[in-house]
């Protein structure tokens, strides 16, 4: 199925298009948001490093290997713009997120830490069997699924940067790498199952 409907964007657009792509991309948005989880534990220094272990296996050790596929010719480019070879990746970082939430339950992390951490896992698990047949937006996915953890924890004021989530889809749509459908599915799948999993396990 093509998810190249839109028209070609002008130079101009492209350039827009491309930045905004690469500076909200997944690996950006968790570090964000595992800082803002962080922030609001009782205990800051400690939230701040429980953060840096959630963005280490679900950030940084995800854009390492994808980094070290695309030396090796493997995923194309640092999106990994093919479907079938997000196929090959999500399981891995599934793996390596799983791997950081061991750690937490071993060593006893916050409740809210720990949530956040299942509900990227849980996000990763429901965008893995539906893009075996359709390339729904991780983008989208992961930004909507940060501003619900974040509006649990902060409150629903939150919602007001989600213009910013429309931006990002925007940006896919434009680039053609998503149709709008695409983009709207992966940002109503990642609120709720991020959303839900994290209020869940938060309190």
């Given amino acids: 199925m093509s998810t190249t409907t839109a028209p070609a964007p002008t130079g101009e657009e492209n350039r827009i298009a491309r930045l905004i792509t690469d500076r909200l991309e997944p690996a950006n948005v968790i570090v964000l948001v595992s800082v803002g989880v962080?922030?609001?534990?009782?205990?800051?220094?400690?939230?701040?490093?429980?953060?840096?272990?959630?963005?280490?296996?679900?950030?940084?050790?995800?854009?390492a290997y994808i980094k070290y596929g695309i030396k090796r010719g493997q995923w194309g480019d640092r999106h990994v713009t093919q479907r079938q070879r997000r196929l090959l990746l999500i399981p891995v970082i599934m793996a390596s997120v799983g791997i950081g939430i061991g750690g937490m339950l071993w060593l006893d992390a916050p409740r809210q830490m720990l949530a956040l951490t299942i509900g990227m896992l849980a996000t990763l698990a429901m965008l893995l069997p539906i893009t075996a047949f359709w390339k729904i937006s991780v983008h989208t996915s992961v930004a909507t699924g940060a501003l619900a953890m974040l509006a649990i924890v902060y409150g629903p004021l939150v919602w007001l940067a989600l213009p910013i989530v429309a931006v990002i889809a925007w940006s896919r749509v434009a680039l053609r790498e998503h149709t709008l459908a695409q983009t709207i599915a992966g940002a109503a799948g990642g609120a709720l199952v991020a959303g839900v999993v994290?209020?869940?396990?938060?309190t």
Wanted: hydrophobic fraction near 70%; glycine fraction near 6%.
């Fill in 38 to 63: 962080g922030l609001a534990q009782d205990n800051i220094l400690t939230g701040l490093l429980w953060a840096l272990e959630s963005i280490v296996f679900a950030a940084a050790i995800p854009v």
């Fill in 198 to 202: 994290f209020a869940a396990l938060s």
